[in-house]
C-alpha cells in the first residue's frame, strides 16, 4: 500500500484523526459537564443540603428538602476526598489536555488532508507541525504548573482522606519532549521543502 495519496496509508489515518476529534469533543463535553456538577455539590454543601463529608472522604447524608426529615435523603459513603483544592486542579489539568489535544488533532487533520491528496510540502504544513509543537510545550508547561500548584494547596489547606502529597508527583515525560525536538525539526523540513518546491515551480 502507498503512503500518500488517495486509499493510502495517509487516508486510513486521516479517517482515525476524524475519529479521535469526535472522541475528544465528547471527552471535552465530560470535563464541561464534571466542572459544573462539581460546582453544583459546593453550592449544595454551601447551603448545608449536603453533608460536607462528602467532600473530605467518609460518610454523609444528602438532604434534599425540610431539614432533618427531607422530602429526598440519600446516605453515601465515598472512601476519596473531594475538595477544591484536588478537584479544580485536576478539572483544570484535564481541561488544558482535552484542549491542547483537540488543537493538535485539528492541525494533523489538516496535514494528513494534504498527504492524502499526494502535496505533502505545502507551506501551511510548516505551519501546522510548528503550532503542534508550540501546543505540546503549552500542555507540558502548564501540567507542571498545575500539579505543583495542586501539591501546594494540599500541604496549605490540608490532605483529605485517600488523597496524600507524596501522590502528587512532578515528573518530566522525556518522551514527550523528544517528540517535540522531532517536531521543530520536521516543521524546518517541511518549510524547507516547500520553499524548494515553490523555486521549481517558479523555474518551470
Excluded at 462539581?38 to 463529608?53: Q, T
Excluded at 505543583?148 to 518530566?172: D, H, I, K, W
Aim: hydrophobic share 55%.
Amino acid at each position: 500500500m502507498k503512503a500518500l495519496g488517495k486509499g493510502s496509508i495517509a487516508s486510513f489515518i486521516r479517517f482515525g484523526l476524524m475519529i479521535a476529534w469526535f472522541l475528544l469533543w465528547l471527552a471535552a463535553i465530560g470535563v464541561a459537564l464534571a466542572a459544573i456538577g462539581y460546582g453544583v455539590l459546593l453550592a449544595l454543601v454551601s447551603n448545608g443540603m449536603i453533608d460536607p463529608s462528602i467532600l473530605q472522604g467518609g460518610a454523609g447524608n444528602v438532604d434534599l428538602g425540610q431539614s432533618g426529615g427531607g422530602e429526598f435523603n440519600v446516605t453515601y459513603d465515598q472512601p476519596g476526598g473531594g475538595t477544591w483544592p484536588v478537584v479544580v486542579p485536576a478539572l483544570l489539568i484535564a481541561g488544558v489536555a482535552v484542549a491542547g489535544s483537540l488543537i493538535i488533532v485539528w492541525r494533523l487533520r489538516k496535514l494528513f488532508d494534504s498527504f492524502s491528496s499526494g502535496e505533502p510540502f505545502r507551506r501551511e504544513n510548516a505551519t501546522h507541525l510548528r503550532v503542534i509543537w508550540i501546543t505540546m510545550v503549552a500542555i507540558e508547561l502548564a501540567r507542571y504548573a498545575l500539579m505543583a500548584s495542586t501539591a501546594g494547596l494540599v500541604m496549605a489547606f490540608g490532605e483529605p482522606q485517600g488523597v496524600g502529597v507524596r501522590n502528587v508527583e512532578l515528573s518530566v515525560d522525556l518522551s514527550t519532549w523528544g517528540s517535540i525536538l522531532i517536531l521543530i525539526v520536521l516543521a524546518e523540513v517541511f518549510r524547507e521543502g516547500a520553499r524548494l518546491k515553490e523555486e521549481q515551480e517558479l523555474t518551470i
